[in-house]
């Protein structure tokens, strides 16, 4: 016996993506529904060898369906989240409307499972940002094997973090710089995205910061230890899809290159691909359509005591979103509800 799960916002890149890793690792289905807002109801979704058709989300009654996956961004999930956790359904929203709240755990299964046990205060559970999970992957063995203290990183975010309308501006402004009278202004991003990089991701705080670079912080702090100081500079960069990270650790005890990758060549949900020469480390485009979170360049940072760098990639619609919240699916059926 299975469970009848919903997912909510099938039509888009990483509802998309849900319903392929469902797929993918068999997750134990007896029954799907795929909803999409009023304006995209009809449209034909894949699941594994079958196609859907998206139903309303507007009229759709939860009640005696068990685990709902969302991806339809904070303002739609504020309306309807609460809808379906109190018909009974768990909710795992890809947002980050619940991330912060206190009663709502913040999970990337590889890090803190455990923390399943406290979906039930509002039957929802919060997927982190995915700039976020492949970070605490990665951050993990060494925290646990050298207690981190403060990480500094710098990211290289593909434009399908922003959404289909980004990809498409990458695209069709790339192509329009070779045809003469093609030009394609900027309209998602602030400044031409093609052969350019841009330093801002979400809204900029009174800090300097912008947003995304706080919920790195704030999201690691939950996630792995609320002692660790992190500092994010989030840039976008000409990708479609795959984020890149380089990440500064400080530790509270020494912990040598070697025995940093023999770590992590151990820890869940890394793979190394760390070779001293040309073409030995991984890219955003070897990502795409992977689980893994990739590490390279693993090295001392001999300017402190205790200090490591590493670059990490790794597919942000699948362990940034889509597969992170199967994987709590998964973890949620094998720990709590214990059907399929
Ligand atoms: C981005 N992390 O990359 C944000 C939201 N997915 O745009």
Known sequence: MGYRVVVAGATGNVGREMLNILAEREFPV?????????????TEVSFGDKTLKTKDIETFDFTGWDIALFAIGSGPTKEYAPRAAAAGCVVIDNSSLYRYDPDVPLIVPEVNAEAIHGYSKKNIIANPNCSTAQMVVALKPIHDRAKIKRVVVSTY???SGTGKAAIDELWNQTKGLYVPGQEVAPEVYPKQIAFNVIPHIDVFLDSGDTKEEWKMAAETKKILDPAIKVTATCVRVPVFVGHSE?????????????????ILREAPGILVVDKREPGGYV??????????????????????????????????????AALNAVQIAEVLGNRVLKKG
């Open 246 to 262: 380089s990440i500064n650790i400080e530790t509270e005890d020494f912990l040598d290159w070697e025995e940093a990758t023999d």
């Open 157 to 159: 975010q593909s434009v």
């Open 283 to 320: 890219t955003p485009i070897e990502c795409v359509g992977e689980y893994a979170t990739y590490v390279s360049r693993i090295r001392q940072d001999a300017t402190i005591e205790n200090g490591l760098n590493l670059w990490c990639v790794s597919d942000n619609l699948r362990k940034g």
């Open 30 to 42: 007896d029954e799907i529904a795929v909803l999409a807002s009023r304006r995209s109801i009809g």
